[in-house]
């Protein structure tokens, strides 16, 4: 999997656990919170953890410019299907619309097919435009379900 790709003179790789404090300062730069002990924890289960992670990122010039994390899941919901979930997307703000983020889906799209999975799924809030344009040129399609969310506290229970 590690090499070149494509015209970007960009490397996608597995990530490492050296990785950590620059997925917390491209994290920092969309969403302006410092989320270090969340990087670090993700970043460690998806180097160790028992079930199949999604871990990918992409250096330029040997700096890691971009990362895709998630899992694999073996059914949920009542399905039975194998369904990798991407929960993560990071670019640093120097790289964005350069095709980083399009290079590691193509990776990632590759090396779930390897594995036999049909289907990646993932969440954008509906007000992240530009989030909602990106998978939607790469032909990801609303779900044909709807995701449900109520405040506990707030619940007629």
């Known amino acids: 999997m590690d090499g070149e790709h494509g015209d970007l003179d960009i490397v996608i790789r597995n990530l490492t656990p050296k990785d950590g404090a620059r997925l917390v300062r491209m994290d920092e730069q969309h969403s302006g919170r410092r989320r270090q002990q969340w990087y670090e924890g993700k970043l460690q289960r998806a180097l160790k953890g028992s079930d199949v992670q999604i871990s990918l990122g992409c250096e330029k ?5 971009g990362a895709l994390l998630g899992s694999v899941h073996y059914g949920e919901f009542g399905q039975a299907e194998r369904v990798a979930v991407l929960d993560t ?4 703000r120097e790289f964005v619309r350069q095709g980083i983020a399009s290079a590691m889906l193509e990776q990632l799209a590759k090396n779930l097919r390897a594995l036999r999975i049909e289907r990646l799924r993932t969440e954008v809030a509906w007000d992240e435009h530009e989030m909602v344009a990106f998978f939607a040129k790469t032909d990801f ?3 044909p379900r709807l995701v449900l969310e109520g405040k506990l506290d707030e619940m007629a229970l």
């Open 61 to 65: 010039d040997g700096m890691l410019v």
């Open 89 to 92: 997307v990071l670019v640093d």
């Open 141 to 143: 399609v609303p779900a």
